[in-house]
């Protein structure tokens, strides 16, 4: 991640405010304890003193700390101490997407008797992270995606998951999507499939309609060319090797990978280059598309958000980013190719079965699939709830809302998810290099193919094949 984006001093602000609430929570600075000093803070955690003093502010909101003017932060009192302390990890982008420190001071509200400490889970090597504080119950509650569950179940730990009772009013297209198993482990909190994010604006200076739900890449492409203002703004863009971002074009090409019977892999030539296609074309619009800039996640909504960009691939999640855009937009689903399908990215929240407080584990992974936490989500973010009647909520917005935001009702037949292509994580990240390789020209056509059948193949050694989403 970029070290100068946002999105990282937004982290190490949340870092030393969770710090700081926990310290004061645990005793480690007693009622009438001055906290470090501001510029002691500022060196602690490699923030600006406007920084601190945000973060400082947020620990008086709640009542944890008093300001002294020219003396410093005083601890105001101890919280009566929990009888129940459960700890829940999540992904940083969960307080983009759900709002998740407010939904906690809800729980809190309603269960004071649970204590909820937070452990900030890391970008890469997640599952690992992940599995080794299951096996040691350092974690209660822990969020996970459909690729996540795969990788857990690829290394024998699916059952560290205690079996859970799906709420009532989930979508019921969402159990499919996620590997079987049964009884299920996951509870589904939110989903968003990939989609395409238009600048409104853009469109009616070029004289160009609004994407209709039928239209083809080479129709993007066209548009990309005609949005293109050199010096001034970009057609389209997205960051091309994210692991929801590039498999895509495999998805929609019907590219499945299997073994033979002596279990190598074998792939079709013709439609695995076929599939890829696209990305090559883009590679080579250096005006309308900017591949130099694929270095962060969130670099296709900060473009957009500052109208250096017409059109981005994204998701409802990233959506929240362009909360304060200065912008008018809307969305439509991701163009055609050999058939009409788009990945998608479910999240859910799964409890850890050794956990020595699995009840009030189990208290907080219901409360958070329940209609009034998901409705409030549905008013106050852009992700889309899995509860049906929390995300189908009518009422007054308090915000701007794209016009087509009920789109995603209307492509449920054309969900898949990355399962879909058979593979493993390690699998996917190994060929992805390839991929690489051969869109930078670096391997040919037929060489690439062969690559990818090595690299498959010795990726995929011990594995059992994956199951495909029904």
């Not at 020219?70 to 983009?96: A, L, Q």
């Not at 001071?105 to 004071?112: E, I, M, S």
């Not at 958000?305 to 017409?310: A, F, L, M, N």
């Not at 794209?402 to 898949?416: A, T």
Request: contains cysteine; charged residues 25%.
């Amino acid at each position: 991640m970029d070290k100068g984006s946002r999105k990282f001093f937004r982290q190490r602000l949340e870092h030393m405010i969770e710090e700081l609430r926990s310290g004061i929570v645990t005793g480690k600075y007693a009622a009438g304890d001055f906290l470090p000093s501001e510029s002691d803070l500022e060196g602690m955690y490699g923030l600006s003193n406007q920084s601190v003093r945000k973060g400082l502010d947020v620990l008086v909101q709640e009542r944890l700390i008093e300001k002294i003017p020219r003396i410093g932060n005083k601890v105001t009192e101890k919280p009566e101490k929990p009888h129940t302390v459960i700890r829940f990890g999540y992904h940083s982008t969960m307080e983009n997407d759900a709002g998740v420190r407010g939904l906690l001071d809800r729980f809190h509200a309603l269960y004071p008797h649970i204590q909820v400490q937070t452990v900030a889970l890391p970008t890469s090597g997640y599952v690992p992270f992940v599995l080794e504080q299951l096996q040691t119950g350092l974690l209660d509650v822990v969020t996970v995606n459909e690729m996540n569950v795969r990788e857990l179940m690829a290394q024998g730990a699916a059952d560290l998951l205690q079996p859970c009772d799906i709420h009532p009013d989930t979508y019921p297209f969402l159990m499919p999507l996620l590997p079987p198993m049964n009884p299920p482990v996951v509870q589904p909190l939110l989903f968003s499939p990939v989609i395409i994010c238009y600048n409104k604006d853009h469109l009616e200076e070029c004289a160009l309609p609004e994407p209709h739900s039928g239209w083809t890449w080479p129709e993007l492409l066209d548009y990309a060319v005609q949005l293109a203002r050199p010096g001034v703004r970009f057609g389209f863009y997205f960051n091309m090797f994210m692991r929801n971002r590039w498999p895509i074009f495999l998805l929609q090409n019907g590219v499945v990978f299997q073994r033979d019977g002596e279990g190598r892999y074998v792939v079709d030539d013709d439609k695995l280059i076929a599939s890829l296609e696209v990305g090559k074309q883009l590679l080579g619009m250096a005006d309308a598309f900017p591949i130099a800039l694929s270095a962060s996640d969130t670099d296709a909504e900060d473009l957009f958000r500052d109208g250096q960009v017409s059109m981005i691939m994204t998701t409802y999640f990233g959506l929240n980013e362009l909360k304060r855009a200065n912008v008018t937009y809307d969305i439509a689903p991701l163009p055609q190719f050999d058939s009409f399908r788009t990945m998608l990215v479910l999240i859910g929240a799964a409890v850890n079965r050794q956990s020595a407080h699995r009840e009030e584990a189990l208290l907080l992974a219901e409360f958070m699939s329940g209609y009034e936490t998901q409705q409030h989500i549905r008013k106050n973010t852009m992700s889309i709830p899995a509860n049906r009647r929390a995300a189908e909520w009518r009422g007054e917005e308090s915000g701007y809302r794209p016009s087509r935001y009920g789109m995603y009702r209307e492509i449920v037949p054309s969900y898949r998810t990355v399962g879909d292509l058979q593979l493993s994580y390690l699998q996917l990240s190994r060929m992805q290099r390839d991929v690489k390789l051969y869109w930078t020209g670096l391997l040919n056509a037929y060489d690439f193919c062969r690559r990818v059948e090595q690299t498959l193949t010795e990726a995929g050694q011990g594995l059992q094949p994956m199951m495909p989403t029904k």
